[in-house]
């Protein structure tokens, strides 16, 4: 794709906000990064650390005041021992590792520090802060900054109720916070009519926290996304990743590219999104300007079913695929992706798939695994330490071991899948051993439609090759022209039209770029979608 502006940079995935037992979670911190090389190119798994107005006076929340003490404690007791594995599983250019710790607030929100240490080691001085409140907070990182340990301080599922750990957007400040959380397993923040509705314990999305509503007051703030995952699986597909456009694969590179909000949030595929206005990359702030160029460039994980461009929060341009697309050239490459899983609830099956890719090329391998959810901590819940692992077997081969554990409800997965990108004609075909079992299936076949089958009768595992889909189904690029609302009167600095980009999946994956940024002036500022 490469629009303007994005040529000196490559695409790199990652969770900076994920938990395991360091904490009140579950899992090792060793598993967590094992897990987190899988699919990610770098990653933060935090420990829970710190809750200077935890609601102790109020009897009906012992337990939840009492797990947290013994969360805070451990992680104290084990951030030596964080620091050793995130300094082992750190390799520059291959995979990025950060130390990192949570900060709760009923006042003003949940945070993460990520510290972004130098590439050869992690500071002494970087270590959890037990701060009363955030003015004390930015302070300390003020003084690690001068002792060789920047961080970052990312404010988390910002949608929940400002007083409720939600939000304070009065008390925000971009000095350590150039971006923030707004997709996780507590849901979507973007605005308050967002998908990914919040159904944690710790209640609804509220107007006033959402992403949106910061940006409408003037904060100048980047969308990111994480899994907030509790089992030791950084990446859990589906419950928020982030994209960060990059210069290098490096501690550095990665924070800069934060600190300049070139950085998109994901829920699961890996979507690729370039987005510019006049030129400028996704986190910039540009010039006036009465006309605004907008190129937009998209390379998603399935079919795209619309990809929307928004002034402050309103759609002003919605491209969706053609009615009829293109059919496919003879070789021209699709995506094809596997499924495993089903099963009775609760019965935990492990899988060992081999495929191979005949009279075709394997170009590319995405996989798509999940951790064992968990919502609310428990000591009785304890899942199994995870088996899964990849790996290419040749050019055109791959294969991987996972375990499922049938569907949690009917709207809830448990399924495991690897997507597989394909070039061929319709006679190449997919011969898949599942569990010693020989599956094959020809692109034309999945050109056509799904194919699923199973491990044994009925109510036994499943699987299902999902129907291939072209290049021209999973691919979008389009430009448009916006204009001031009244390009006849001069600008002024100081205030700012905000453009982003949202991409919805037909699989109900999605992606929200970070904003661009046109300053105008105040009185040519709409309100939305008016």
């Not at 400002?162 to 957007?169: A, P, S």
């Not at 064992?372 to 790996?391: G, I, K, L, N």
């Not at 491990?455 to 072209?470: D, E, K, M, S």
Request: aromatic share 10%; net charge negative.
């Amino acid at each position: 794709m490469a629009l303007p502006g994005y040529e000196p940079f490559n695409l790199y995935y990652g969770d900076l906000h994920s938990h395991c037992d360091i904490g009140y979670g579950h899992g090792s911190i060793e598993e967590a990064y094992h897990n987190a090389r899988l699919q990610l190119d770098f990653a933060c798994v935090t420990a829970h650390a710190w809750w200077a107005d935890m609601p102790e006076a109020e009897p009906r929340l012992a337990p939840t005041v009492e797990y947290h003490r013994r969360g805070f404690d451990r992680a104290a007791e084990a951030w030596a021992h964080l620091v050793e594995v995130v300094t082992a599983a750190h390799a520059p250019g291959r995979f990025v590792s950060f130390p990192g710790f949570e900060w709760h607030s009923m006042a003003y929100g949940d945070h993460h520090v990520v510290y972004a240490a130098p590439d050869d080691g992690v500071p002494r001085a970087a270590g959890i802060i037990r701060a009363a409140d955030l003015d004390e907070m930015r302070r300390a990182l003020r003084g690690l900054a001068l002792q060789g340990a920047p961080a970052l301080l990312i404010p988390h599922h910002i949608g929940y109720r400002r007083g409720y750990r939600g939000i304070n957007w009065d008390a925000f400040t971009p000095e350590f916070s150039p971006v923030v959380e707004i997709m996780s397993m507590h849901g979507c923040s973007e605005s308050d009519e967002a998908p990914y509705p919040m159904l944690h314990t710790m209640g609804p999305r509220d107007g006033a926290s959402t992403y949106y509503h910061g940006l409408r007051r003037g904060h100048i703030v980047g969308a990111i996304g994480s899994t907030d995952h509790h089992s030791a699986y950084p990446g859990s597909y589906g419950h928020g990743r982030l994209a960060v456009w990059g210069d290098a694969l490096s501690r550095a590179g990665i924070l800069r590219a934060l600190r300049g909000r070139r950085c998109y949030a994901l829920t699961g595929d890996r979507i690729a999104l370039e987005f510019g206005v006049n030129g400028a990359t996704m986190g910039a702030v540009v010039p006036p300007a009465a006309e605004r160029r907008i190129a937009v460039a998209v390379r998603g994980g399935a079919v795209l079913d619309a990809v929307e461009v928004l002034q402050n929060g309103c759609v002003i341009h919605r491209w969706t695929p053609p009615v009829l697309s293109p059919a496919p050239g003879p070789e021209a490459p699709v995506k094809v992706c596997l499924e495993v899983g089903w099963g009775s609830k609760g019965e935990e099956v492990d899988w060992d798939v081999a495929l191979t890719v005949e009279g075709g090329r394997l170009i590319g391998v995405e996989p798509r695994f999940r951790g064992p959810d968990v919502v609310a901590p428990r000591s009785d819940h304890q899942p199994a330490s995870r088996p899964d692992d990849w790996t290419r077997t040749g050019e055109n081969g791959v294969s991987f071991t996972t375990r499922t554990w049938g569907n949690p409800a009917t709207t809830t997965p448990g399924t495991q899948a690897m997507c597989l990108e394909i070039a061929g004609d319709p006679s190449a075909r997919l011969a898949v051993t599942l569990n010693g079992q020989l599956v094959t299936v020809t692109l034309g076949q999945l050109r056509e439609e799904a194919h699923a089958g199973y491990l044994g009768g009925f109510l036994t595992p499943a699987y299902r090759f999902h129907r291939a889909v072209p290049a021209s189904g999973y691919t979008c690029q389009f430009e448009l022209t916006d204009r001031a609302h009244s390009p006849d009167r001069a600008l002024q600095a100081g205030t700012f039209d905000w453009y982003t980009v949202r991409v919805r999946q037909a699989n109900d994956q999605w992606a929200w770029s970070s904003p661009i940024w046109v300053e105008t002036n105040a009185s040519e500022i709409p309100t939305c979608c008016q």
